[in-house]
């Protein structure tokens, strides 16, 4: 009896407009790797039923992507620590016996993304700014944290939103109102966009950043468009500037690595054939 071709999937609903298939099918390619990845429509009544069935389809795991990152945790038979400390899964493994492993490499793919960029980044070097108090805001906190961070300052229309993030994740974190944008950009190391603002077919992110510390480094999650009007603006202004693409890319590679047993290279080749139409 043959071993069975290892399949992976990317949970989402709606799914259709993932770059994830594009992305593990480069490297599946890249590496002459016998798998297969798949994008599967899955609702939110069905997620536990379609969860359970896969590993008995062959699926030795799956990412999982808008609206299903929290509610995968109530279905894992283990949480990694990570996972639950931002309170969502983004990368689960099948075990042989069919036990769900839940992982969050959100915040992995967001630090990575960025030192791969500036090489010389340390996220000990001064205050963090946060757009944002959602999931995403969560993995870069935790990531931040993790890299040694001891000042982030996260905005947030709602602040009760904000608020919580500090009695999640401690003191080190400030909660604020967007108003107080002016007063933190002079002293500001990293600035990040967790939010939807700015996207293709979002609002736009309206912020000034006029007064933005010289020496400081803006990231943007979105990566759709790839270069958003918030790092058109810091790059105008002469900051250093980090796209969203790369953090898709990294936060994918640690799943890669543990289905089909190879750790992938993040490099140009991969960004053009994922920006490919």
Partial sequence: MTDMVPLAAVLGDPIAHSKSPKLHGFWLKKYDIAGHYVPLHARAEDLEAILRLLPKLGFVGANVTIPHKEAVLGYADIVTDRARAIGAANTLT???SGEIIADNTDGLGFISNIQQTIPEFQSRSGPA?????GGAAKAVISALLDDGASEIHVLNRNLTRAEN?????GARIHPAGFDALPKLLPHCHLLVNTTSLGMTGQPPLDVDLHNLNSDAVVNDIVYSPLKTA???QAEDFGMRVVDGLGMLLHQAAPGFAQWFGKMPEIDDDLRRAVLER
């Avoid at 700014?129 to 108090?133: D, E, L, T, Y």
């Fill in 94 to 96: 099948f075990s042989k």
């Fill in 129 to 133: 700014v946060i757009f944002g108090a």
């Fill in 165 to 169: 993030l500090r009695g999640q994740f």
């Fill in 230 to 232: 918030l790092l058109q």
